[in-house]
């Protein structure tokens, strides 16, 4: 396919024509809080099955399906007291529920035939108006091409899908600038499928998660297969200092002797401001065409658990090509 890709503002008039758009069918780029979506509606085929094409993504990874508000994801799954809890405590925001699915019009393609579904409300405003005015609920993956690192701006979406989609809708940056937190609620014990925006202190304190079943569960979230969120230079991490042929990517200030391309993910070491420049500044160095970037330590606390199971993918990948 090769389509002219639009950029289109953020203005009510567009956003209007966005949700006639995605009304007939068609898929679209939105801004949420975490990252950019490839957003189409939840009950049509072809439209999911046309993401899946557009991503280059297996048809065995489901896709998260957006809602407006609470009461209508939670009405699309089988519920109990956690599901009802963390949805008090969290929605509209970075955390994505996995439970058994009750909605049957949601489309089998957008499940990978599974019985169980992952919801999301998410937070950003523009998305929220577009949910509320379409009064349908969106399936939506991250927007970028398959294993490549998902993009937190308008820009960085038409780097990735360009050709292929016809609008993106500028929702400016993203402000988490990492995925969400994927919980599984199938059983007994609540389950962490992927760290994100929302952090494991977070969740325990609504409900307590079990740590030890990750790695059972993982083959039920193919999203989580270790290539992934992957930068196209070759990446080194836990880095204490960058060698002479690196791009550093530092954590604290950046070194006053250091000749190579330097830049920092947060000075002050804030791991808010670490994780919304993780994938800006991995893309920004992708494109200046470096071929090796090593990053410096990145404490394993809150925030920092979900960026270093990035950090690890990304560098896992190249690692073992
Ligand atoms: O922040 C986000 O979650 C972004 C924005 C756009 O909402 N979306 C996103 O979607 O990251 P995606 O498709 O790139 O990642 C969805 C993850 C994958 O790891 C997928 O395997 C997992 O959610 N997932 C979806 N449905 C599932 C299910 N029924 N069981 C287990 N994992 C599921
Ligand atoms: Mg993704």
């Keep these: 396919?090769?389509?002219?890709?639009?950029?289109?503002?953020?203005t009510k008039k567009n956003i209007l024509e966005v949700v006639k758009r995605l009304k007939m069918g068609e898929i679209i780029a939105l801004p949420t809080e975490t990252v950019y979506g490839l957003a189409g509606r939840y009950d049509l085929d072809s439209t999911i099955k046309n993401i899946y094409y557009i991503k280059n993504r297996p048809k065995h990874n489901p896709l998260i399906i957006h809602y407006a508000n609470a009461s209508d994801a939670l009405k699309d799954i089988h519920i109990d007291s956690r599901a009802i809890k963390l949805a008090k405590e969290f929605w509209p925001g970075a955390l994505t529920i996995v439970a058994r699915?009750?909605?049957?019009?949601?489309?089998?393609?957008?499940?990978?035939?599974?019985?169980?579904?992952?919801?999301?409300?998410?937070?950003?405003?523009t998305m929220l108006?577009?949910?509320n005015k379409l009064k349908i609920p969106l399936a939506a993956p991250s927007a970028n091409r398959y294993g490549k690192i998902s993009p937190t701006s308008a820009k960085d979406v038409c780097e990735e899908l360009?050709?292929?989609?016809?609008?993106i809708l500028d929702g400016s940056f993203s402000t988490i600038g990492l995925e969400s937190t994927v919980i599984d609620l199938?059983?007994?014990?609540s389950i962490i499928l992927r760290h994100g925006g929302i952090n494991k202190n977070q969740i325990n304190k609504i409900t307590p998660i079990n740590d030890k079943k990750v790695s059972k569960k993982i083959i039920s979230s193919p999203g989580l297969s270790h290539s992934h969120y992957s930068p196209d230079a070759s990446m080194r991490i836990n880095a204490v200092r960058p060698k002479k042929n690196e791009a550093w990517l530092a954590f604290g200030n950046t070194p006053n002797?250091?000749?190579?391309?330097a830049l920092s993910l947060s000075k002050k070491k804030c791991l808010k401001e670490c994780a919304r420049n993780l994938y800006k500044m991995l893309r920004s160095l992708d494109n200046r065409?470096?071929?090796?970037i090593a990053v410096q330590k990145i404490p394993e606390i809150g925030l920092g658990v979900a960026i270093n199971d990035r950090l690890r993918r990304a560098a896992h990948l190249k690692t073992n090509k």
């Design 186 to 189: 199938t059983t007994k014990e």
């Design 1 to 10: 396919m090769n389509t002219k890709t639009q950029i289109l503002k953020n």
């Design 129 to 131: 108006a577009i949910l």
């Design 162 to 167: 360009n050709g292929k989609i016809s609008f």
């Design 257 to 261: 002797n250091f000749s190579g391309v």
């Design 101 to 125: 699915v009750k909605n049957k019009s949601i489309s089998k393609l957008a499940l990978s035939k599974l019985e169980t579904v992952a919801v999301r409300v998410p937070s950003n405003k």
């Design 289 to 292: 065409e470096v071929s090796k």
